[in-house]
């Protein structure tokens, strides 16, 4: 499985500042991707899961108004080294977007032109990066939304994203991501907005994909079942850091965290429907204000193992674990056994 | 059992386009024939995808949109084409939970102004701290606190702000409630609580909930029973066990199989369906399902196969009774 290292992540962290307020929004987030790799980013809203993909693309607004400090390297198509993208100059940086890293939103609907058609945000796209012929970008849109799936590609050409289904749109989005084959795809609750048949769609396409070139895959989902589906390696984060981060299946056999824990047991479990097995787990409380973060461990508010003197005093480093696991929990080596 | 709600054969058409006079207009086949019943005490879901007709459903049967053709009875009454003043006693008796708590609170109320409103137009007359206390036992039922109802909406997380919609839909005592995705526009964990919620209030206050979503997760372990639509068509009914278990028409069949099971040992075949829900203006001929069913058979484009029993309780619409289905569920 593990290929080539392709993006390195190191202590990354960013802060907004409103008003003389200043909201760490993501601390401490390292991670490592590798060649053909589906690394699932899971946690709730405010999590930090859109800033920090953000922030590897470099689309966030400029100081002073949002800081990011720590290390983003990314390998180089190119083949020469790793690439510092947060050092890289904007021009450069645009080279590098699409064609090293490319990025699918939720909202198909939002994050397209609709006064555009799709055929001409496509080829834009192609021949930004690719020097070709207009003739040639045609051909290569509609060979991109063939990929995807998209019956009739040629006629698609001329429709505007009204025209087009909310699954559809979502493929022409991942077409034009995928226009300069980028080595590593960020696909932010790509199907969030979409049915199930037509999720169930979409996650076949992208493993179909990734298996033809070898992309690696950063799935940001709050959708357990699909991260279940999808991914080689889960990283949950909560209130803008990293809690635990492990290969899907141990994480899903034994959660250390307990949030990571608590986020498992409380979605309804689809073997026992019907058979009314009484209430759900749910976690307590509400998801923290970034402004007022709880002191010590940013989730002892709402844990069910919470330490009084421990648990709201200490800050939990993410510390790692003999096989290879990352948790951020003062106790988790009482849950081991 | 006796029915609270028997809906019959219910039509709702929105005109599409057309010229000055209406000439040439089509129409969209919201609702294209609906009959059900909801018996008294139970959670029905609806599910089905986006264009399938569940919201449709939902508002026609409160009476929010006029139907175009059938009957919807309430408590054995027909209020189909009830005028707005005869239809305020039954107005009471059955309330809409929304699915955005963000887009449907007024943001310039508090929460005892919001919550209050229903009271304010069914109730008039109620003094001032007789509607703080009712406003204050409703939202220690939902499990707020009354401190909440000097709050605004902005200040509330969205499992609250649900909570708050919850609490103004439920003091008339209504008997009937329709939820429309609840839960779907909150975080993982809130979404536990307010399902929670919904079973502990349903057992305690006996209410009867018409339940629309499409998290099949949420779906399983909330109703009783489960419809599931398409195209403005209801194809099948079944209890919620038996639906899993043992579906019988081949559109539940694809449509549960496409749920994912948050187990990653668990690999299951999968019936991926081709393509799109086709336009409700111009549906397929017969069963509107056929094309993109993987057992159609010619016949199927003739007729519109009628909903009939296929076990105890299980209605389906589909005239292939020759083929075996795949559960989503053992």
């Not at chain 1, 760490?24 to 809203?45: I, K, P, W, Y």
């Not at chain 2, 969209?28 to 264009?51: F, H, N, Q």
């Not at chain 2, 007024?106 to 209050?116: F, G, H, L, S």
């Not at chain 2, 409700?280 to 159609?296: E, K, L, N, V, Y």
Request: aromatic share 4%; glycine share 8%; hydrophobic share 40%.
């Amino acid at each position: 499985m593990a290929g080539e290292l392709l993006l390195e992540v190191e202590n990354l962290a960013v802060s907004f500042r409103s008003r003389g307020a200043v909201a760490d929004a993501v601390s401490d987030v390292s991670f490592r991707l590798h060649q053909g790799e589906t690394l699932a980013m899971v946690g709730e809203s405010g999590s930090g899961k859109s800033v920090t993909s953000l922030a590897l693309m470099r689309l966030l607004p400029d100081a002073p108004q949002c800081q990011v400090r720590g290390s983003v390297k990314l390998r180089d198509k190119t083949g020469s080294g790793m690439l510092d993208v947060l050092a890289l100059p904007e021009p450069q940086m645009q080279a590098v977007r699409g064609n090293n890293i490319a990025m699918v939103f939720q909202e198909p609907m939002t994050s397209l032109n609709p006064v555009k058609t799709i055929g001409a945000q496509i080829t834009e796209t192609i021949r930004l990066h690719r020097p070709m012929l207009a003739r040639a970008a045609e051909d290569e849109a509609v060979r991109l939304l063939d990929l995807v799936g998209i019956p009739a590609p040629r006629q698609r050409l001329t429709a505007y994203p009204h025209q087009l289904s909310g699954g559809m749109r979502q493929r022409a989005m991942i077409a034009m991501a995928l226009s300069c084959e980028p080595s590593v795809l960020i696909a932010d609750e790509p199907t969030t907005a979409l049915d199930v048949t037509i999720q169930a769609q979409i996650l076949d396409l992208l493993k179909r994909l990734q298996e033809q070139t070898g992309m690696a895959v950063i799935f940001i989902t709050h959708n357990l079942g699909v991260v279940a589906e999808i991914a080689d390696r889960v990283m949950v984060m909560y209130s803008g850091r990293v809690v635990e981060q492990a290969d899907v299946v141990p994480l899903f056999q034994q959660p250390l965290m307990p949030y990571t824990r608590g986020l498992l047991r409380s979605v309804p479990r689809l073997d026992l429907a019907g058979r009314r097995a009484g209430a759900l787990y749910a976690i307590p409380g509400n998801v923290p204000d970034p402004r007022r973060p709880p002191p010590g461990c940013a989730f002892h508010p709402r844990c069910d193992s919470f330490a009084d003197g421990r648990c709201n005093v200490e800050a939990p480093r993410l510390d790692s674990t003999a096989d290879g696991r990352q948790v951020r929990c003062l106790r988790w080596p009482e849950f081991v056994a | 059992m006796t029915a609270l709600v028997e809906i019959d054969s219910l039509q709702k058409h929105f005109p599409v386009g057309g010229g000055l006079f209406g000439r040439g207009k089509k129409q969209v086949r919201a609702l294209d024939g609906v009959s059900l019943s909801i018996e008294k005490g139970e959670i029905l879901s609806v599910v089905g995808e986006s264009g399938s007709g569940k919201t449709t459903l939902g508002r026609t049967v409160l009476r929010l949109t006029d139907p175009t053709a059938g009957a919807i009875r309430f408590e054995g009454q027909d209020i189909t084409s009830l005028s707005r003043r005869a239809l305020r006693p039954f107005r009471q008796r059955m309330q809409l939970v929304f699915q955005d708590p963000f887009a449907s609170l007024n943001p310039r109320q508090t929460v005892e102004q919001i919550v209050a409103t229903p009271l304010a137009i069914h109730a008039g007359g109620s003094s001032a701290t007789e509607k703080r206390e009712r406003v204050a036992d409703m939202l220690r039922l939902v499990g707020l606190q009354p401190h909440h109802a000097d709050r605004y909406p902005h200040e509330l997380s969205g499992g609250q702000r649900q909570r708050v919609g919850i609490a103004r839909a439920l003091i008339l005592n209504p008997s009937f409630l329709v939820a429309d995705e609840p839960v779907s526009a909150l975080d993982v964990s809130i979404q536990a609580q307010v399902v929670n919620l919904l079973l502990e209030l349903k057992e305690k206050l006996g209410l009867t909930i018409l339940f629309i979503a499409h998290d099949l997760a949420v779906v399983g372990h909330i109703s009783d029973r489960i419809a599931v639509m398409y195209l403005g068509r209801v194809v099948e009914v079944a209890e919620t066990g038996t639906l899993f278990r043992s579906p019988r028409h081949p559109y539940t069949e694809a449509l549960f199989s496409a749920a994912p099971i948050p187990d990653p040992t668990v690999r299951r075949s999968r019936v991926l369906l081709q393509g799109d829900i086709p336009s409700p203006i111009d549906p397929p001929s017969g069963c509107a399902f056929r094309t993109r069913c993987r057992h159609a058979l010619p016949e199927c484009a003739t007729v519109v196969p009628p909903l009939r029993q296929v076990g105890p309780g299980h209605l389906s619409a589909c005239i292939r009774d020759d083929i075996a289905l795949q559960a989503s569920i053992a």
